[in-house]
């Protein structure tokens, strides 16, 4: 795999679940987190799914100008964070909004435990959402997460603050 590949369980061209309007969603391959209860167990094989080049993810977002913004959802997004800040970047650079979702804890990620590449990609996209799925606290009134431990994290605000910043 090279940085300008990215494993993929699927996307969604036109999500209005995973952030807000509509979003082409990227659902990355590969999971270590192992949360009971979890949705998506068919993601968590780091050796499944299928692999495209950002070329070929670029293109169907370049092309559609219905959209509001891309989500990065998974899977454990932050396992293959080069390809994920080459799209982060694209997308900005067109003027969408770019959300991820992670297992990992904004704190942690912030101080470099996954290395510098993932800390570069959580400080370039605009909301984080973070934590791992706690069936505990699975609300279906919960917009935009699965468990109410999950943090909907401004990112330019946390940054700036010093401390993390929650969507209100
Ligand atoms: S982080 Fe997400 S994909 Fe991974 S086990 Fe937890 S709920 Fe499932």
Known sequence: MSEKELRVAGFA??????GPGIRYAIFTQGCHHDCTGCHNPETHDVGGGFVVTTEELWAPIAKNPLLDGVTLS?????????????????????GLDVWLYTGFLFEQVLAGVLGAAARELITEVDVVVDGPFIE????????WRGSSNQRIIDVPASLEAGHVVELA
Not at 13 to 18: A, L, Q, R
Not at 82 to 91: H, N, V
């Open 136 to 143: 505990g606290g699975r609300s279906l009134e919960l917009a």
């Open 13 to 18: 061209n036109d999500s209005i679940v995973d």
């Open 74 to 94: 998974g899977g454990e997004p932050l396992l293959q964070p080069e390809p994920l800040l080459d799209m982060a970047r694209r997308c900005h650079g067109k």
